[in-house]
Every structure is written in C-alpha cells, then in structure tokens.
C-alpha cells in the first residue's frame, strides 16, 4: 500500500492532527487481524496535467476479531500527483463517520 502513497503523503480524520506516511503504516500494523469490507462509490475523477482528485462516497465495514463489527460511511477527497513510478496519493481527507 506505501508504493501508492506519496513520501510526503498527509492524511486528514476528524478529530486528529494531519498525519503522514509512517503514522499510516504504524496504525494499519495495528489492525492487521482485522477484516475489512467496503463499497466505493465514485463521484468524481479530474485529472489536471500530472495532478488528479477523486472525491468518492464510501462505506467501510470494519470486522475485529471477537468484537461487534463497526460500519462507517462518508466522503473522501484525495489529491493525487503522478510520478515516474505512476499515481500516488499526496493528501487524502476521510470524513468517515459512524453509522
């Protein structure tokens, strides 16, 4: 998943600081007993040049081991920037919430 991220990827949830790329990989190894299902509904793709946003409706059902699964839906906008290696995500907002 980290090849999709930009270096200097910032990712922005309610409630907490913006964070990046090691914060990401440190909470999804935290989770890696969890399943998870999702719907993507996208609404939008525009890509500019070598930039690109996608803002799409998504629900998340996030099932942890021996505990009630938890559903989340919402919107995301992601600002994507293409590099030699292809499209990589350079800031990403998750207005996920509880259903």
């Known amino acids: ?14 409630g907490k600081e913006p964070f990046g790329k090691d914060v990401f990989a440190a ?5 890696k007993d969890v399943q998870m299902e999702g ?3 996208i609404q939008e793709v525009t ?3 070598d930039w690109a946003w996608t803002r799409i ?13 938890m559903r989340r ?3 995301t906008m992601s ?3 293409k590099q030699p290696s292809g ?3 350079f800031r990403d907002a998750n207005l996920l919430t509880a259903e």
């Open 79 to 81: 600002i994507w920037r």
């Open 47 to 49: 890509v500019l040049g």
């Open 27 to 31: 909470s999804s190894q935290g989770m």
């Open 39 to 41: 719907v993507t509904d």
């Open 1 to 14: 998943m980290s090849r999709l991220m930009a270096d200097d990827v910032l990712f922005m949830v309610p």
């Open 73 to 75: 839906r919402g919107y």
């Open 87 to 89: 499209w990589v995500i």
């Open 57 to 69: 409706h998504l629900t998340v059902t996030i099932i942890p081991p021996n505990a009630k699964p």
